[in-house]
């Protein structure tokens, strides 16, 4: 079994890095940096690689082809051409991706059955890159496995977000008692202290 790592993204990396943002800290010391890097580093960490490199292979290969997308909606964007671009070339571009992952993929994921770092990348590509939401909502819709794809990614994202709003419940209930002690002890009242005071007073 693979020991668990504590990872920490820095965007305020040493002098010696400034050159590198973000920069991933591993067990507390910065190790490197280059989002993709980063990115691509963390997949394999935890199993997002596909199966066997084969299939790393070809979540590479679907990751190129978002980044396509990205490029070109970027030039576009910067040339004042984005409408004629989101009504023209989005949905020959997402064809295109759509039919790459018919073959590397099955129904819900972009390559082999599980989550990859491929699904992860459509899913954002779909919810985050672009303004105008409601054009890039009606190109997917009109792709059917790369609609399924999203599904599954929103489906893992409100799981994590439920997991993540019950740890941080957690942290607060143990977090509070310690808060409070801690703050008795700069000589400032606790809630219980404060509490006792108003009573005495009424």
Known sequence: MRKERPFRLALTPPRLLRS?????????VAAFGQSKAIERYL???????GANDVEAAKVDMVGEH???????????????GADKWFAEDLNQLLDKLSKVVAMTGTAGHAVGAKLSLADVQIFMLAVEHFDAKEKVEAAFKAQPKLQAV??????RVRVCRAGAAVDAARTR??????????????????ARSRRSKLRRRG
Do not use: E, H, N
């Not at 997949?43 to 690689?49: H, I, K, T, V, W």
């Open 173 to 190: 209930r143990s977090w509070t008692p310690w808060r409070i002690t801690r703050r008795s002890r700069r000589g400032v009242p606790s």
């Open 20 to 28: 590198c943002v973000p920069l991933l800290y591993i067990d507390g």
């Open 66 to 80: 978002v980044r396509d997308i990205k490029d070109k909606y970027a030039k576009a964007k910067a040339a004042d």
């Open 150 to 155: 999203r599904a599954c990614g929103a489906a």
């Open 43 to 49: 997949a394999r960490q935890f199993g997002l690689m």
